[in-house]
């Protein structure tokens, strides 16, 4: 059953480089007139974005499947996804919608105070930080275990 599937995938696999192989081909052959560059450009970038579509919708459905199989999994996930969301909220309480201004001080065109958009992206910001430093901070532990344990 196993070989089976992998002569399939292989196959899969052949097929979807050899697509990409002709495109980027054809891409490499045209002129230097930028309408036939464009023309040429939009079947390999189309062809990247469906390959990009299935990649992610067969990530998610295995890993739903798997969360699915083994419940001791999803109640993890479901405490990490819960944490996740907590320091959300800790990082949008944190998070500031001050005005965007540009370089001569003047506001930019949906940068107002108070804007939606300036709240989430403080908040991203944090959020981005304050998981920089949880990792970090495990970093750290895990080399100084390392350490003593040598």
């Not at 579509?53 to 999994?73: F, Q």
């Amino acid at each position: 059953m196993n070989s089976k599937i992998s002569k399939i995938l292989t196959i899969i696999v052949a097929v979807i480089s050899v697509i990409g192989i002709a495109l980027f081909i054809n891409v490499s052959i045209t002129d230097d007139v930028p309408e036939s560059i464009s023309g040429a450009v939009g079947p390999l970038i189309g062809f990247s974005l469906y390959l990009f579509y299935a990649a992610v919708l067969i990530t998610v459905v295995l890993s739903i499947r798997g969360l699915v199989k083994n419940p001791e999994n999803l109640k993890k996930t479901m405490i990490g996804l819960g944490a996740m969301a907590i320091l959300l909220v800790i990082a949008y309480i944190l998070g500031d919608s001050e005005p965007v201004l540009d370089a001569q001080g003047k506001v930019l065109e949906g940068g107002e105070l108070g804007a939606t958009s300036n709240q989430w992206v403080g908040s991203l910001i944090w959020y981005s930080s304050i998981l920089v430093l949880i990792g970090g901070a495990f970093f750290v532990i895990d080399l100084a275990k390392g350490l003593i344990k040598s």
